[in-house]
């Protein structure tokens, strides 16, 4: 069963870290993925940029309006995520626990089953 | 690379067979599995340009000890160790390496492949590589997955294996039935894999289907006498045989009731009943069969009001006895709906309710949402069609739970 793993992030939870705190999360992360990597539960990870970053298309009329910033205004961004391949969701609720962001006080990681793919998953 | 049939499933009868001449030889299920890989690559590669070798098996045996040797050689932590014995061994540099007893040691590394010590998806992955020589691409392919995900876990499997301490040899007498209930298993979730696929795009997959066919065919020829599997095949030959009625060109799902049935093939529904049949009669009870039984009622019906749900029942009934899980439980209320009415089926779904394994499962909003249809609840049962759909995690079901609950309107009927 396929499950993505989202993280989303808040931009002031992170701002709070301490630079130890930060350490923390990215050997974590190389830690993670090295585990469901040799499990063979990996498909792919990415990391978004800054949701500063973002630009919103609306097409009206016809014509494609666009608006930087994110679609609403929200504590909570998608950050990245793990696109994942195991056994059962208790599983994936399992790896997600091991996920840095998880332990976090005021973040979390979602865990939601993949209904349809397509398209080369060799990233 | 594209192998004609022909090679192909030359290569894959003989693939399982070449493992295991080479690990009786070598023991190191993980080196000889990997080195057995690569000569059923190049043989894949040769073949069809050089033409099929006077002994194939043979060829195969040869070419995987050189590639076990060159592996072992280019081990270097373990160079000095392995490279001595592997020179001293006649076979490994290529010699006679045809001239081995002709058994066969397939069912052997089947229950080595879904040792009990790995998670159903690596014993099925793991079988599907080794006992059904398939690559690691195909398998990757079949499951939707990246070739390095799968890779990682056909090696995480081998791992795990070595480290359970599991030796090349069939299970002791007393371990038998319990180790065998776990190959089927693996061969029934091959089967499903490869059969829930149903859309154009995912013709890849039916081949996995076919190819849990063709491996429980190969442990009934293994094991005749046993009513497991048998009853197994028969189930798979059943339900194989519904495959060109049960979804439209674009793949949306038809259910039984509405399937044309002129298109279910008849060849396989005479071999799979005529397998149950035999085996109902002769061998000990068990749950394949009697899914394969239920199929079978099901297939001689000619048109879906034919169908004799006295006996759909019956079968159930024992099932639930003998095997109890709610799922079971849920497709003995659609039964009992057809013989006393949707509401008696709806009374015995209300027994599920409190099940923890069952509890807010999609399947059993949907059969509730049909029986509910059947009895005129219109508002209800279209609730019901909206949750279920909610809860599947498939596009193709969703669509059709989706279409029923549209079908029954927003407005009240006039």
Redesign the interface.
């Known amino acids: 069963?396929?499950f993505l793993l989202i993280m989303n992030v808040n931009p002031a939870v992170l701002d709070a870290l301490t630079e130890e705190e930060r350490n923390e999360i990215g050997e974590g992360h190389g830690a993670f993925i090295d585990t469901i990597?040799?499990?063979?539960?990996?498909?792919?990870t990415q990391a978004l940029a800054d949701p500063s970053q973002t630009a919103v298309v609306r097409v009206r009329g016809g014509q494609p309006v666009v608006t930087d910033g994110p679609f609403v205004e929200a504590k909570e961004y998608l950050g990245g995520f793990y696109l994942i391949?195991?056994?059962s969701k208790e599983r994936a609720i399992e790896l997600a626990a091991l996920i840095p962001d998880a332990k976090i006080e005021g973040l979390g990681v979602e865990v939601r089953?993949?209904?349809?793919?397509?398209g080369t998953?060799?990233? | 690379m594209r192998t004609d049939h022909a090679t192909e499933d030359l290569l894959r009868e003989l693939a399982p067979q070449v493992l295991g001449v080479l690990v009786r030889r070598h023991g190191q299920f993980e080196e000889c599995e990997d080195a057995v890989q690569e000569a059923v690559l190049a043989a894949a590669v040769h073949w069809p340009d050089e033409g099929v070798p006077a002994s194939p098996r043979g060829w195969l045996i040869t070419a995987a000890s050189r590639r076990l040797i060159d592996q072992i050689r280019s081990d270097n932590a373990r160079r000095a160790r392995e490279a001595t014995t592997a020179d001293q061994s006649p076979e490994l540099r290529g010699d006679h390496a045809d001239d081995v007893p002709a058994t066969d040691d397939t069912l052997v590394l089947l229950f080595l492949c879904c040792h009990p010590a790995l998670?159903?998806?690596?014993q099925t992955?793991l079988t599907l590589r080794a006992v059904g020589g398939l690559t690691t691409a195909e398998i990757a392919r079949a499951?939707?997955?990246?070739?390095?995900?799968?890779?990682?876990?056909?090696?995480?499997a081998k791992q795990s294996i070595k480290a359970a301490g599991s030796q090349f040899t069939m299970p002791a007498p007393d371990e038998l039935p319990e180790r065998l209930s776990v190959v089927l298993h693996a061969l029934y979730l091959i089967f499903n894999e490869g059969y829930i696929a149903s859309s154009g795009?995912d013709l890849q997959r039916a081949d996995v289907a076919r190819e849990a066919i063709r491996l429980t065919r190969m442990v009934r020829r293994q094991l005749p006498d046993d009513g497991e599997v048998a009853g197994l095949l028969a189930l798979m030959l059943l339900t194989d045989s519904r495959r060109a009625a049960r979804a439209t060109p674009g793949g949306d799902l038809i259910p039984l009731a509405e399937q044309d049935r002129t298109r279910w093939d008849r060849e396989l529904i005479a071999e799979g009943t005529a397998l149950i049949s035999a085996a109902l009669a002769s061998s000990q009870l068990g749950p394949y069969q009697l899914q394969a039984a239920i199929a079978a009622t099901h297939a001689e019906a000619g048109a879906a009001e034919d169908t004799d749900w006295r006996q759909v029942h019956l079968l159930y009934k024992i099932l639930e006895r003998i095997a109890p899980n709610p799922v079971v439980t849920l497709n003995r209320a659609v039964a009992l709906a057809e013989i006393s009415g949707p509401r008696a089926g709806l009374e015995l779904l209300d027994t599920l309710d409190g099940d923890a394994r069952m509890g807010g499962h999609h399947r059993l909003h949907a059969v509730r949402a049909h029986l509910l249809e059947a009895a005129g609840d219109r508002p209800a049962a279209r609730e019901n069609y909206k949750l279920a759909a909610r809860g599947t995690?498939?596009?193709a079901e969703?669509r059709y739970l989706e279409s029923r609950a549209a079908r029954l309107g927003t407005a009240e009927p006039p």
Do not use: N
């Open positions: 069963m396929k990597k040799k499990s063979g539960e990996m498909i792919t391949d195991c056994e089953p993949v209904m349809f793919s397509d998953l060799e990233a | 998670t159903p998806a690596s992955a499951f939707l997955v990246p070739e390095a995900t799968m890779a990682g876990r056909i090696s995480r795009s995690a498939s596009l969703q």
